[in-house]
């Protein structure tokens, strides 16, 4: 038997995990936020050339802390950082959080995109509560949860196209393991191959899950694009991969190591100055116990699955988009929105 997405190709398909969005209302930008049921085992491996993050030093392995409680991604550059500060309040008085004396810390750590000029060229942003939607992604949490225009994908761009977010799984029969991602993708980079319809991404496609992709012609031209409208800060790709299978803090950073491949592999260029991409990777079922992880074998494999998770959720954050005001869709574009 070879890997397939499980029964809601989401990253929830991994259990104890739940997603929730909010957007703001007439503003192209929102929040959205991944729930673990237990504190997760989390790593971070950061490749873009301007990251906008917040609490995840306390993620590297040389550090105390290595699990985190919440993990949030952003609209509105850096004030869209405070999100993080709401979900941290909501998920302190449930009760959750790292135990420090009487009281308790959740651990949220939070990366950002940059869609300040969404709405219109004048970036009279922050008008938005982002502390408000990181609140609200809290409350719409489920293991269900929307592609496309949804949660911090809502005014995402990807190249020249309607970028957004982005889910896919996979589950593993060889060791009974289930991989998923899911994408936030805001890229300067260009998702498919110059002068046709068809993704980078295109040999992962599961189950139609992009409109049935065909094997493309070798472009006539190869030559690295970026957007006209590129700036300094101005594109980031946001991508957390989770897993059910028992991992270490310095495997679960192997596993988000691996899963970078998976933004070159549905993204070009990638990791350029002026992007801010960021994987996390979650282990739900995390342990210290060397006895219990997996070996490097099936880490090995698992950290394959995350980059094939990783490229499909991209996509599919792409393929599920909208059209906006002055963006246009994958599906507009290529098929008038039939497919």
């Not at 509105?76 to 709401?86: D, I, K, M, R, V």
């Not at 810390?105 to 950002?112: E, F, L, S, T, Y």
């Amino acid at each position: 038997m070879t890997p397939a997405p499980g029964p809601l190709n989401l990253i929830t398909d991994v259990s104890g995990l739940v997603v929730g969005h909010a957007e703001a209302i007439d503003q192209l930008t929102g929040v959205t936020v991944l729930i673990p049921e237990n504190p997760a085992i989390t790593a971070i491996d950061q490749r873009g050339g301007a990251p906008g993050t917040r609490e995840t030093d306390v993620l590297t392995l040389e550090n105390t802390v290595d699990v985190s409680h919440a993990l949030v991604f952003s609209g509105g550059s850096a004030f869209g950082l405070e999100s993080a500060t709401g979900v941290q309040r909501w998920l302190f008085e449930r009760g959750c959080g790292f135990p420090v004396g009487q009281t308790h810390i959740p651990i949220v750590p939070c990366a950002v995109i940059f869609d300040l000029f969404a709405n219109s060229t004048d970036a009279t942003q922050p008008i938005v509560d982002y502390r408000e939607l990181g609140r609200l992604s809290c409350e719409q949490a489920n293991r269900q949860f929307s592609l496309g225009n949804a949660g911090a994908g809502r005014g995402a761009v990807a190249g020249e196209l309607k970028g957004g977010t982005g889910s896919a799984s996979l589950s593993d029969p060889q060791n009974d393991y289930m991989v998923g991602a899911i994408a936030v993708v805001n890229s300067a980079g260009s998702p498919v191959v110059p002068g046709s319809s068809v993704f980078w991404a295109w040999p992962f496609e599961q189950q139609n899950e992009l409109g049935g992709q065909i094997t493309p012609k070798h472009p006539d031209n190869l030559e690295p694009h970026f957007p006209r409208n590129l700036g300094p800060a101005a594109h980031t790709t946001l991508v957390a991969v989770a897993t059910d299978a028992p991992l270490t803090s310095n495997q679960t950073k192997r596993l988000a190591i691996m899963a970078q491949d998976g933004l070159a592999r549905a993204l070009r260029p990638v990791h350029a100055p002026q992007d801010g991409d960021t994987v996390f990777a979650l282990s739900t079922t995390g342990t210290s116990d060397a006895a219990a992880v997996v070996s490097i074998e099936i880490l090995a494999r698992l950290g394959a699955l995350a980059a094939d998770c990783t490229a499909r959720a991209i996509a599919r954050g792409v393929f599920e988009a909208e059209s906006t005001t002055g963006t246009v869709s994958y599906r507009d574009k290529f098929f008038g929105g039939n497919n």
